[in-house]
């Protein structure tokens, strides 16, 4: 037996693991035997009876002793195993494992049987094997509609639960948002344009909230960063700014300097035109260019008619756009409203 | 001659605003609160324009229009919501409605969105426009596009991106240089596009709100 073990050189490290349990495994049930053998030569007389079975059962007690006796330190892996393999290695190990342990208990169940049928202790074990199956189904059928009811009510008590957790969650924070607003709007009744502010922060806040919107979106994302800048100068300046963006893109540093420059553009859009009626923002985010417009209903301005020294525009528009490696164009005309562009092309990088 | 309007929408407050707001404009000729209530009061009334709420209890305005579509397809009506989800605006326009405004719209401006599809035109709101153009962004394979309504022409486009810039159509008109009746033409255009689009972003909205079986 022992002679058709190959050379370790040739046999790979997990194969010879396996090998070498095989090997003890077998020389543990060997010397059991030669044991056995050697008390019946002394004398002690073992029947055949007990002498097979032992034997057997040290081979399958040595299998799962060092199977699971040796589960605290794992053979380390091999250092040349690419990463990717290290998995399909481990679950490949797992199951060899599973298999020899499974051997092992086999071998110690059969050396039990065999001790059983060699003694006679088996002829009667049929009939209670049938009754005690016959008797296990019965018991199954008749308890099988009270676990099912069971696992139903508890299903159904766990769905309760959480109903009524998210309903307290929501009653929360309706009771935080809009009840609060509703008292405040109640309290400046008479002072229109609060009113409408603390209408339009509520609708804001809570169209978020049913989106669900993260509250961290905003520091990640194009089009979140648009919608707080627009939020912000609408809170300050009392003045409606509706924001359309199509498409996204994350918000990196170029990104970040156009909204600045978008913040820039509104809030010039809401001291000068904010009485003529609601700003418009449009924004179209492709990998390749961030296009903004940023557009007002105001009386407009002859762009030649700018003081040098307004530094507002020049500044923190069309010289933060071009910084950044973009561009800030201003259409207006007196009567016809003003419209700021400002383009980001994406020719390095991304 | 003013159109005539019958409103449908399940808040009291709404309707009597519209009804008193709008009352110089158009004829209102009915309202109903709900999809039940709806579809006769249509059906006896014969309006030029439906104001047609989305988010109604019993299917909503996609139900409505749905329902009088079998008897009177001609029917038109304009979606009115306070929701800004892209589904249900999505949902509502391929059910049939001819435009889509928010509720926060202006008097002024709602009565010239009605007559406006009251004479058969459709009704962008900005939101809207930015919808579609979302939609119909990004190629498809070539094999799967049927230019006739998976694409958007770059005059399609451009429109609409001006609609999304907030300028009206008589500005628009202005500034690309064509006529009024032609940026109509271009906002129909997409319209039709829109409802009879198979592309799969127009698709997966329409399932979401079971429109597709």
Not at chain 1, 38 to 67: K, S
Not at chain 1, 170 to 192: E, F, G, M
Not at chain 2, 128 to 136: E, I, S, W
Not at chain 2, 167 to 177: F, H, N, T
């Amino acid at each position: 037996m022992a002679t058709a073990a190959p050379s370790a050189e040739r046999t790979p490290p997990k194969r010879r693991r396996w090998r070498g349990s095989r090997r003890i495994a077998v020389g543990v049930a060997l010397l059991v035997l030669a044991f056995l053998l050697a008390l019946r030569q002394l004398g002690l007389l073992f029947p055949d009876a007990i002498v097979w079975p032992t034997m057997l059962a040290a081979a399958g007690v040595a299998l799962i002793w060092r199977q699971w006796g040796g589960r605290g330190r794992p053979a380390p892996p091999p250092t040349t195993v690419p990463p990717a393999d290290v998995a399909g290695q481990e679950q490949r190990a797992a199951v060899r494992n599973l298999y020899r342990g499974g051997f092992g208990v086999a071998l110690i169940v059969g050396a039990g049987l065999l001790f059983l049928y060699a003694n006679g202790a088996l002829s009667g074990l049929g009939d209670v094997a049938l009754t005690a199956l016959v008797a296990i189904a019965a018991l199954g059928l008749i308890l099988a509609p009270f676990w099912w009811r069971l696992a139903n009510t508890l299903a159904a008590e766990r769905a309760e639960r959480i109903r009524s957790q998210e309903r307290a969650e929501v009653a929360a924070h309706l009771h935080d948002s809009v009840l609060q607003t509703l008292a405040l709007v109640q309290q400046r009744a008479s002072d229109p344009k609060t009113v409408a502010t603390l209408a339009r922060r509520q609708e804001r806040e809570l169209r978020d909230w049913l989106r669900g919107r993260p509250p961290t979106a905003e520091r990640e994302s194009f089009a979140a960063a648009l919608d707080a800048a627009a939020e912000a100068v609408e809170e300050a300046h009392g003045v409606r700014i509706d924001v359309v963006a199509v498409g996204d893109r994350p918000l990196d540093e170029r990104a970040e300097a156009l909204v600045a420059a978008t913040r820039e553009a509104l809030t010039n859009a809401a001291k000068f035109a904010g009485e003529a009626g609601p700003v418009s923002v449009y924004a179209e985010a492709s990998p390749q260019r961030v296009q903004v417009f940023v557009r007002d209903r105001g009386p407009g301005f002859r762009l030649d008619g700018v003081p040098a020294d307004r530094r507002g525009v020049r500044e923190s528009i069309v010289g933060r756009m071009a910084r950044h490696g973009g561009s800030a164009t201003v259409h207006t005309a007196p009567g016809q409203g003003t419209e700021v562009e400002l383009v980001l092309e994406d020719g390095r990088g991304e | 001659m003013n159109p005539s309007v019958v409103i449908v929408d399940d808040h009291e407050l709404f309707r009597a605003g519209v009804r008193s707001e709008l009352a110089e404009h158009v004829e209102v000729v009915g309202d109903a609160t709900g999809v039940d209530t709806a579809v006769p009061a249509i059906l006896a009334a014969e309006p030029d324009v439906v104001l047609l709420d989305v988010h109604m209890p019993g299917g909503g305005g996609v139900e409505v229009i749905r329902q009088v579509a079998k008897v009177r397809p001609e029917q038109r009506f304009l979606a009115l919501s306070v929701s800004d989800a892209p589904d249900d605006v999505i949902a509502v326009i391929r059910a049939g409605a001819r435009g889509y405004v928010t509720k926060s719209i202006s008097s002024a401006e709602l009565a010239d969105a009605v007559r406006r599809v009251a004479d058969g035109d459709a009704v962008f709101s900005p939101r809207l426009a930015g919808f579609v153009l979302d939609a119909f962004a990004g190629s498809l394979p070539a094999t799967q596009v049927d230019p006739e309504l998976d694409q958007l022409t770059a005059r399609e486009r451009e429109v609409l991106q001006h609609i999304a810039r907030g300028y009206m159509y008589k500005e628009i008109a202005l500034r690309l240089g064509i006529s009024a009746k032609t940026v109509e033409a271009h906002v129909s255009a997409v319209l039709r596009k829109l409802q009879l689009s198979n592309r799969h972003e127009l698709s997966r909205w329409a399932v979401q709100r079971r429109l597709v079986d």
